[in-house]
């Protein structure tokens, strides 16, 4: 059981918009950043965004994040099939004194 | 180039020990802290600790506190996560990744993750 809350799945056609949310509490997404988390299959977590909304260079500005109270999204517009991967969502949790993850979205392109 | 090249993958039966590794390079080994996430089969990601390799200050889970340890090599720019007596529950994949601060911030790089299997 995760600490934060994702649906387990999504999907869209190529060059939809899809939009994957993020549910927590006072302790952590209340309090805290929001970090995004890209896994294609078979390869290592890759962050693609920090502090709630801001993305590391290469990142294309087709992926926005953003976050309300103590849930947060991950927007991904114009979608395309390398989108494929499981989205997790992350944040420091203020009571636990420690990480905590969403327990990951997997976005199916159709 | 940043990058966190861990250990491969690794066999265990219950009851052995195991340490697997994450080398570091492309940055500062001692100026940003290492963290371990554990991935259980078709799961999700769990933080397990994290340790700065600059003082070896280190923080556990509750979840993981007392069940693996974790230690770093200045020398060699190593960061290590080991069992005294693995489980079959302890079958996942294990990654290190970087970040610049014991609590709010992003794990900017990760490796490419070490395959864990404990079977009898």
């Known amino acids: 059981q995760s600490v934060l809350t994702q649906s387990p799945s999504t999907s869209g056609t190529p060059g939809q918009r899809v939009t994957i949310s993020c549910s927590g509490s006072s302790s952590n997404i209340g309090s805290n950043d929001v970090y995004w988390y890209q896994q294609l299959p078979g390869t290592a977590p890759k962050l693609l965004i920090y502090?709630?909304?801001q993305r590391p260079s290469g990142v294309p500005d087709r992926l926005s994040g953003s976050k309300s109270d103590t849930s947060a999204s991950l927007a991904i517009s114009g979608l395309r099939s390398e989108d494929e991967a499981d989205y997790f969502c992350?944040?420091?949790?203020?009571?636990?004194?420690?990480?905590?993850f969403g327990g990951g979205t997997r976005l199916t392109v159709l | 180039e940043v990058q966190l090249v861990q250990s491969g993958a690794e066999v265990k039966k219950p009851g052995e020990s195991l340490k697997i590794s994450c080398q570091a390079s492309?940055?500062?080994?001692?100026?940003?802290?290492i963290a371990w996430v554990r991935q259980l089969p078709g799961k999700g990601l769990e933080w397990m600790g994290v340790?700065?390799?600059?003082?070896?200050?280190?923080g556990y889970s509750p979840s993981f506190q007392g069940q693996v340890s974790i230690s770093a090599d200045k020398s060699t720019s190593t960061a290590y996560l080991r069992w005294n007596n693995v489980k079959a529950s302890d079958t996942a994949i294990y990654y290190c990744?970087?970040?610049?601060?014991?609590?709010?911030?992003?794990?900017?790089?990760w490796g490419q993750g070490t395959l864990v299997t404990v079977s009898s």
């Open positions: 492309g940055y500062s080994f001692t100026s940003f802290w």
């Open positions: 990744a970087r970040t610049r601060r014991y609590g709010s911030a992003a794990f900017d790089y």
């Open positions: 340790i700065f390799p600059g003082d070896a200050d280190a």
């Open positions: 502090r709630n909304s």
């Open positions: 992350a944040a420091w949790d203020d009571s636990l004194s420690g990480w905590v």
